[in-house]
């Protein structure tokens, strides 16, 4: 079926049609422009507060770097945990809180690691630890 021909005779026989057609898909267009540049700029702002949280936390100093700069009890290595699956990531943090706590001559009892649920919104790992150590050697792991 042909259906330029009713509507042809339709916007010919009346031109007020035509134009008020014509402007609701003018407003229509703006419409959908004014939205995808207002998502654009969301985007970018979003974009530079998560730059500025990674430098802020890529310039952020490790616990114990100035005061216990001779004892060399500050752990090491990037401030993130690492791994291909949350898993992974979960070992690794238990085995940087082992580390922490045998350098300052304590010992993990026992260990147990809550991992993020599958489709959670969030990506955070906890650690619940119990350990054995000296006072002294707490407030330096703290």
Known sequence: MNWTAPLRRIFLASPATAA?????????????????????????????????????????KRPGSTADAGTGVSPGGSVFVEGRTVTIAGAALVQRLTEAVTKVGGSVLSTQVDLPAARASTSAISVVASCELEQPALQQLL
């Open 20 to 60: 008020i057609l014509y402007a609701i898909s003018l407003v229509a267009l703006l419409w959908v422009g004014a939205a995808a540049v207002v998502d654009l700029l969301a985007k970018r702002e979003q974009l530079n507060d998560n730059y500025a949280q990674l430098a802020q936390f890529a310039g952020r």
